[in-house]
């Protein structure tokens, strides 16, 4: 009765009525009663472009004040689970969630240990406690304990973290890659990620002399080996008890964030497999992400070689003599990538898969790519041989690329096509479709007891869980994508603008150009341009970026979280926690950011009003193009729209809330009461 009062209440009082069919949008996924899973185990499912005989089923959201979830595991012998969740970069806010998926919705989530500075992996050991990272931590705990924080014990500690001093004493706040990842193998050893403090260790001209950081008894960009004593088992530190010693396994790795080891591992000739990261080239095409076959000993190229022997030129003097001369093309020491993976795909998980429930995967590689370029955003198969290694085949082996004009490319180095290992896809379409997905950004990933996959996304804060489905897949979804008119026609309001034409010149000048440079690809310069092309390459870029720019909303994109640093993604320009303090009018600039946001479409910017969870509007022919959220700001262009009296219309609203079915041509209206003034 209470239901039916509030329905017919709100049909007086003029407000929309969100019928049962309709979808409700968790986290950017549009969801409805569709559900993947069975039982107790049955999730809402989401529109994710999977591999036939597979769904995806949504286990936690936003919803579930998940904030920057990174991995997960489960509790051996129970349907439980612990999710690392990160917190954001540059905090110390990261918490271990045990996650009870049977639970109801809401309810899933219970916190464990807070405070945790960039807690990562997580791994069940040799004695079948579960371990967990910190930037410079590794330690074990009971999550089921009535006080997990009391069973706490740490077996290494002092590990390069977030704040390190480089061999020329200079300070980093932030090192470019402080998360630890490591593995065990089956005799108790520990082989611990300890990433690069920078992308490329490129310093000012002229570079004489070898990466300092990557060198030494505790080279950073280099896998640490720690042993265990006779037992298999890493005592508890006590205060005041030294680290346990290591060894540098293996040098040259940007970042092993993806590590894999066969379970037959270290008996000879079984896999020890590495997903790099490779520096950031601006080209789409290059450099490719790697697959390592790790050794003992060897040297994996970082920052001296790319692809599979492309020297770095900025190190051509320190390849020319010394330990590393010809190191890419012609020296004992370098090992060549086992296969290449997609360009700046950014592998971040890789596991061998066993479970019942898949056998068609069985044995098989399992690969998340989280990268936001088009060659990321996918989790890939690889058939592998019977000591775990990939299956290279000759050139040309092809890759995918989401939404391209040639949506396969070839492997390749500046040498031509290479040979790779070739690869199916678990999942293939996850480009950011309006409406019903937010762009995939696979990190953690697990196999549940059941044979169930589990997925970590951390931009979009989700738990995803893959089960079994039945009958053909859906038809792949449509790239829907901000288009190239539509980035046009911003950027022609912003030089009709005398005011927001000179605040993209202070942004470009004493932001991009001073900070910025070397990050993103270099937003697009090049050598040669003039001051005008410059302004509109800049502005292009950033509104081409998913979800940097929302028009008339500077608070909505990330373009303004990141610039500030109140967001989960790290911030930019890296090491910029000071330059509001140290340079003036850095903060004036941030400003000036908001502002070009705020004042690039002509028009008023208004509120949607505080009400319904969500506000419809539809197209001048009245077909319905969405929902957006309560409190959302829009740019209205006509307060009393002349061709739909009653309605106001607007400039097209935040991506995420189209539905994809109407066209900016016949424009977006919404009822003038569901309008209210920005305060």
């Known amino acids: ?405 040639d949506p396969t490319h070839n492997f390749q180095t500046d040498a031509g096509d290479v040979a790779a290992a070739p690869f199916d896809e678990l999942i293939a379409g996850w480009h950011r479709v309006n409406g019903t997905r937010p762009q995939g950004a696979p990190v953690g990933m697990t196999v549940a007891e059941d044979g169930a996959i589990w997925l970590v996304e951390d931009k979009n804060q989700t738990i995803i869980r893959v089960d079994r489905a039945a009958g053909d897949p859906p038809p792949p979804l449509p790239c829907d994508t901000r288009s190239q008119a539509l980035i046009d026609q911003l950027a022609a309001f912003v030089a009709k603008d005398p005011q927001n034409k000179i605040r993209l010149i202070t942004l470009r000048k004493n932001l991009v150009e001073k900070h910025c440079v070397g990050c993103h690809s270099d937003f697009g310069l090049k050598a040669g341009q003039s001051d005008a092309d410059k302004d509109a390459t800049v502005l292009k870029f950033m509104l081409s970026q998913d979800g940097w720019i929302y028009p008339g909303d500077p608070v909505s994109g990330r373009l303004r979280t990141r610039l500030r640093g109140t967001g989960a993604e790290k911030l930019m320009p890296p090491g910029g926690e000071s330059l509001p303090k140290t340079e003036p009018g850095y903060a004036a600039l941030l400003t000036t950011a908001d502002l070009l946001v705020a004042r690039m479409v002509p028009g008023t910017p208004m509120l949607i009003r505080l009400g319904l969870p969500q506000r419809k509007f539809f197209s001048k022919a009245n077909k319905e193009c969405g929902e957006i959220p309560a409190a959302k700001v829009v740019v209205v262009t006509q307060r009393n729209a002349v061709d739909k009296p009653g309605f106001s219309r607007f400039f097209r609203p935040a991506d995420p809330y189209l539905n994809g079915d109407c066209s900016d041509d016949d424009g977006y209206y919404i009822r003038q009461d569901f309008l209210v003034p920005v305060q």
């Not at 919705?105 to 945790?116: A, D, V």
Request: glycine share 10%.
């Open 1 to 405: 009765m209470c239901a039916a009062a509030a329905v017919v209440s709100a049909v007086l009082l003029g407000f929309p009525v969100l019928a049962a069919s309709d979808p409700l949008r968790k986290s950017g996924y549009a969801v409805g009663p569709e559900t993947c899973g069975s039982g107790d185990l049955a999730f809402p499912k989401v529109q994710i472009d999977m591999k036939a005989g597979f769904c995806a089923g949504l286990v936690g959201s936003e919803e579930d004040h998940l904030k920057f979830p990174r991995s997960i595991i489960q509790v051996p012998g129970r349907d439980l689970f612990v999710v690392a969740d990160m917190g954001g970069w540059g905090h110390s806010d990261g918490r271990l969630l045990l996650l009870d998926p049977r639970a109801a919705s809401g309810q899933r989530f219970k916190e464990l240990l807070t405070g945790i500075e960039y807690p990562f992996g997580l791994v069940i050991g040799p004695d079948k406690k579960l371990y967990a990272s910190t930037a410079e931590t590794i330690f074990r705990f009971d999550p089921l304990a009535d006080n997990p924080r009391g069973t706490v014990e740490t077996i290494i500690r002092h590990m390069p973290g977030r704040r390190i001093t480089l061999p020329d004493g200079t300070k980093l706040e932030e090192a470019a890659h402080p998360l630890k990842q490591f593995v065990f193998d089956k005799n108790g050893r520990l082989f611990v990620n300890v990433g690069a403090h920078s992308d490329d260790c490129i310093t000012p001209a002229p570079i004489t002399k070898p990466c300092a950081p990557a060198e030494g008894t505790s080279a950073m960009a280099a896998l640490w080996l720690f042993t265990p004593p006779s037992g298999g088992v890493f005592p508890a530190l006590k205060p005041g008890d030294p680290d346990p010693a290591h060894t540098i396994y293996a040098r040259g790795l940007r970042n092993s964030l993806a590590l894999a080891l066969h379970p037959n591992f270290p008996d000879a000739g079984y896999a020890f497999l590495q997903g790099e990261n490779g520096r950031d080239l601006p080209d789409i095409f290059k450099p490719n992400e790697e697959i390592n076959a790790i050794e003992q000993g060897r040297h994996y190229g970082w920052p001296y070689c790319y692809d599979l022997s492309t020297p770095s030129p900025e190190f051509k003097s320190v390849l020319q003599s010394g330990v590393y001369k010809s190191l890419c093309t012609a020296n004992t020491l370098y090992k060549q990538p086992f296969s290449l993976l997609p360009p700046h795909g950014a592998p971040l998980a890789m596991l061998y898969y066993h479970g019942a429930k898949f056998p068609e995967l069985e044995g098989k590689l399992l690969i998340g790519l989280h990268g936001y370029r088009p060659t990321g955003s996918r989790v890939l198969i690889y058939d592998v041989d019977n000591h775990g290694f990939p299956k290279p085949a000759p050139p040309p082996v092809r890759y995918h690329v989401s939404c391209a004009a």
